[in-house]
Nanobody
C-alpha cells in the first residue's frame, strides 16, 4: 500500500508560480512511475505530467508543455510539479498518483493522493 500526500497548492495570480510536492510513504518509491493529474468540477481527471521511476523520461500534456516541470527525488520519496506562468484555466484540484509504467490515463495508476487545490486568479 502506498500513501501519497500532496502539498503546495494555493491561490496565485495569473503569471505566477507554484510548486506542488507529493510525499510517498513507501520504501519502494523508486520503483514507481509518478504522475500528476488535475480535475475541475463536473469533469474527469485529466493528465498533466508523468515521470519514470528513475527520472529519465517525462511526458506532459500539451496544455502545460513549456510551463510545468515534473521532477522527483527518490532519496526523499517525493515528486514535484513546478508550475510557472500559471493561467486561470490551470485552476483545479491537483492529484499525484503512483503506478507501474509511464502512462497518461488515470486508470493506469494504482495509488492516489487526496489532492491539493490550485486557484489562479485573472
Amino acid at each position: 500500500q502506498v500513501q501519497l500526500v500532496e502539498s503546495g497548492g494555493g491561490l496565485v495570480q495569473a503569471g505566477g508560480s507554484l510548486r506542488l510536492s507529493c510525499a510517498a510513504s513507501t520504501r519502494t518509491f523508486s520503483l514507481y512511475t509518478m504522475g500528476w493529474f488535475r480535475q475541475t468540477p463536473g469533469k474527469e481527471r485529466a493528465f498533466v505530467a508523468v515521470i519514470a521511476w528513475n527520472g529519465g523520461r517525462s511526458t506532459y500534456a500539451d496544455s502545460v508543455k513549456g510551463r510545468f516541470t515534473i521532477s522527483r527525488d527518490n532519496a526523499k520519496n517525493t515528486v514535484y510539479l513546478q508550475m510557472n506562468n500559471l493561467k486561470p484555466e490551470d485552476t483545479a484540484v491537483y492529484y499525484c498518483a503512483a503506478g507501474p509504467a509511464v502512462r497518461t490515463t488515470a486508470s493506469e495508476f494504482d495509488y492516489w493522493g487526496q489532492g491539493t487545490q490550485v486557484t489562479v486568479s485573472s
